[in-house]
């Protein structure tokens, strides 16, 4: 084996070093259940790491991370990472978190046949059709993927809050609540794109109201 791969076990064995050294209880604590508020659903990039830009602990956050981090309602393994952290997780936040120089966004600006890919980035190319005007209009080839980086993100939190689940839990519990982010990669900053949540619920409830019931935008009493 590589040496690089060797280290990989170096490392984890000097991280439960030092979490027992911190907590001799951290592991038998961790191991007994996850109670985490945030849902994260992210880029596959390796350099855009959920836990660690968020300065989070392990048990904290539930990730998903795909490829320019789409949420596509055909896609199994999305929907169903968020309607178990919605029914089951209960948690209290959805966070959508794009990242500037993403190679998924890229290669959907990009005309060239990508083989199996291009189902998936067909995703993003819808993003730029609904978005074309405004994205043709910037000159700058460096800004306007900036911009795509964040409509991509911006429509895959409209395809989270169209999700049955979400729209059910938010009526009943007011969360979870949708958040869209994009990480900067050239400062390593958050940027928080302030996705009006409730404005955006209400926007798209004639069409994709899934709930079966009266629109309330506030906790019902049961």
Known sequence: MSQSYEVIFENNKKWVESKISED???FHELAKTQTPD???IGCSDSRATA???MGAKP???FVHRNIANVVNTLDMSS???IQYAVEHLKVKHIIVCGHYNCGGVKAAMTPQDLGLLNPWLRNIRDVYRLHQAELDSITDEGKRYDRLVELNV???CINVIKMACVQERYI???YPIVHGWVFDLRTGKIIDLEIDFEKTLKDIQKIYNLTSSDWVMSRKTK
């Open 79 to 81: 929907t169903t990472v």
């Open 154 to 156: 911006q429509e895959q």
């Open 59 to 61: 048990g904290e956050v």
């Open 38 to 40: 945030y849902l994260y």
């Open 172 to 174: 009943l519990e007011e």
């Open 24 to 26: 001799p209880n951290f």
């Open 51 to 53: 836990e660690e830009l």
